[in-house]
């Protein structure tokens, strides 16, 4: 069965320094997505992907982040310059199809920043 | 500000029993109901969308909607050990989920 892939599953870094998320969508949706989870905390949406742009966007998602499909299969979330509270898990999603559709999540990448 | 609201738990219920999840939500204009499973440490893993008002079922699973009320529940029939984790209600309404904070079930063998 096709699924979402991350990499990598942990990641620690330096306070400051950028980090880069990696995803592979399912290979048929074209709809792609980040959210991320606080220890202990909801699961938050960051950002929603179609076509080459930013469809939705929420107020965490700030001039820190970024989104970008590189090629025809990855899909990244970059963090310019981290701070303490960017530690979480980050999950990417993909759905074929937005709104009603139902959006399938990859596995996480932990991040800590220290 | 679009809410979604569950019972933080512990739910804990017998093995063999029925286990009850609620989820209220506050936007009017959503349109699609999911329930994902999260173990600790893990992501959440899809069980059952609804789209409808009314009940939809799914082997031991059933989800009710009801759009009048902004209430969506999640029923887990002869609950296993097994389905220990916490139960995410998540709604959609646009090129978004909102999650609820989770309610954490334990089953007892």
């Known amino acids: 069965e096709p699924e979402v892939t991350q990499t990598p599953s942990h990641q620690v870094t330096q306070m400051g320094q950028e980090v880069i998320l990696r995803c592979v969508p399912i290979s048929n949706h074209l709809y792609f997505y980040w959210y991320r989870q606080i220890l202990g905390q909801k699961v938050e949406f960051l950002v929603s992907?179609?076509?080459?742009?930013?469809?939705?966007k929420s107020e965490i998602f700030d001039d820190q982040f970024s989104v970008e499909r590189p090629d025809g299969s990855n899909f990244t979330l970059k963090i310019r310059s981290t701070k303490l509270e960017d530690s979480a898990m980050y999950f990417c999603?993909?759905?074929?199809?937005?709104?009603?559709?139902?959006?399938?999540f990859g596995p996480g990448t932990r991040l800590l920043v220290l | 500000q679009k809410e979604v609201e569950q019972n933080s738990g512990p739910l804990s219920v017998p093995e063999g029993a029925i286990a009850s999840l609620n989820c209220t939500y506050s936007?009017?204009?959503?349109?699609?109901f999911f329930w994902y499973r999260q173990y600790s440490g893990k992501s959440p893993e899809l069980i059952m969308f609804i789209y409808s008002n009314g009940d939809k079922e799914d082997g031991r699973f059933t989800a009710q909607l009801n759009k009048a009320s902004q209430y969506v529940s999640l029923l887990i029939r002869d609950s296993q050990p097994s389905d220990s984790a916490t139960y995410l209600c998540?709604?959609?309404?646009?090129?978004?989920?909102?999650f609820g904070g989770g309610t954490r079930l334990m089953v007892k063998p």
């Open positions: 992907f179609y076509n080459n742009e930013i469809s939705e």
């Open positions: 998540a709604v959609n309404a646009g090129n978004m989920l909102t």
């Open positions: 936007d009017r204009g959503s349109q699609s």
């Open positions: 999603a993909s759905s074929e199809e937005p709104g009603e559709e139902t959006q399938y």
